[in-house]
Structures are given as C-alpha cells and as structure tokens.
C-alpha cells in the first residue's frame, strides 16, 4: 500500500503551548488528508477533511481555531494544536489518499500529551 | 444518520481456526468497503477493500460483501496470534469525502 508518513509519533508539551503534527503522502499525490483523534480502546473520530488549496471541513463538535488544519501542497497537510489543554491529550492519527474513490491509508499516529 | 455497526467483541477463537468479522451498515447506496486492523497504540492499516457483490480473497484473508443484506464480512484462516487487533470496517458512498468506521471488534487469536 501506499505510504503516508506522520510526524512526530510522540510529543509531550506544556498546557497553553501550541503543537504542530506533519502528515506526509511520500509516493502518491494526496488530493484529501482526513485527521482524526483516538481516545483509549475508542473508535476513530473524524475532526476535519482537508482537501489540497482549500480550506478545511470540520466535524460538528470540533473548534476550527483550535485545531488549524493546513493542506498547502498534495503531499503535506499539518494540524496545529493550539493552546493545548490536557483534555487534548490523546492519539491524533491522518489519513490520506489520492482520489475520491481509492482508498485511504493512515499515518503512524501522533500521541500528544499535555502536561 | 449513517451507521456502521460491528460487534465490539472481545471475540477470541484458537489458533488454526477460522475468525469471522463481522459488519452491517445502513445506507444502501454505499459502494466502497474497507476492513482496517489495528494493533494497539497503533494507527489502522488497510488490509482488505472490496466493492462488488461477492468474495475477495487475498492470502488468509477473504471478505465478503452481500449489498442486498447490507453486510460485509471478513475470514481470517489459519488463524495467528498476530492477528490479534481490533479491526475495523468502514463504507464509503461513491463520490463521498469521507469514511463511516464502525466501533471495531476486538479479536484475541489463544494459542
């Protein structure tokens, strides 16, 4: 399959800092990034759908200016964490592919840790 | 509402035998189906697709779509202790942005 990669894989950072996580297509041009976040022994939750050049589409539930989404080229897309708060502790995983009707592959996965 | 719905198990089975996964999904114009294992602490990885009525088989892996039911299955053969995961299906409409993931099924493959 094709290979996204995210980075970093782990973080921890100090409450009202903010955090960048990079997710990167390496061989495949990534026309939408998906980012979700994971709570322990919980299923994916969607945050925000980023297609390339345009601005992202959140979730219900989910602060645009809290969680900034940037997906500037085919191959990168970032999420900014800002002013983290513990309660934002938790496994931030991308996902991304090529085409509307292809699939999608994850990222490694981000685990953030607010202290 | 669309909906994904998998059994959260645990599911244990033996080693050697046969796992069987299992999801039902709600919208019937959903067209793209996806099983993901994951291990934990770590993100999905795909390892089946499947779009068309029918089975799929890929190694000791075999899913199974019936639209008509709404259902999607996935076979695990010979079944390994490294199979144990959650795994994870998700449906797609056609044309759709984004993935509906079920809760996953927790599988425990004893040696």
């Known amino acids: 399959g094709a290979v996204v990669s995210q980075h970093p894989s782990r973080v921890i950072c100090k409450s009202g800092t903010s955090v960048k996580i990079e997710c990167r297509s390496l061989d495949f041009q990534a026309t939408t990034m998906f980012w979700y976040r994971q709570f322990p022994k919980k299923s994916l939750m969607l945050m925000a759908t980023s297609n390339e050049g345009s601005k992202a589409t959140y979730e219900q539930g989910v602060e645009k200016d809290k969680f900034l989404i940037n997906h500037a080229s085919l191959t990168l897309s970032t999420l900014t964490v800002t002013s983290a708060h513990p309660e934002d502790s938790s496994f931030y995983i991308c996902?991304?592919?090529?085409?509307?009707?292809?699939?999608?592959?994850f990222g490694q996965g981000t685990r953030l840790t607010v202290v | 509402q669309k909906e994904v719905e998998q059994n959260s198990g645990p599911l244990s089975v033996p080693e050697g035998a046969i796992a069987s996964l299992n999801c039902t999904y709600s919208d019937r114009v959903s067209q793209s189906f996806f099983w993901y294992r994951q291990y934990s602490g770590k993100s999905p990885e795909l390892i089946m697709s499947i779009y068309s009525n029918g089975d799929k088989e890929d190694g000791r892996f075999t899913a199974q779509l019936n639209k008509a039911s709404q259902y999607v299955s996935l076979l695990i053969r010979d079944s390994q202790p490294s199979d144990s995961a959650t795994y994870l299906c998700a449906v797609k409409d056609q044309g759709a942005q984004k993935l509906v993931f079920g809760q996953g099924t927790r599988l425990t493959i004893n040696p």
């Open positions: 996902s991304a592919r090529s085409g509307v009707d292809t699939e999608a592959f």
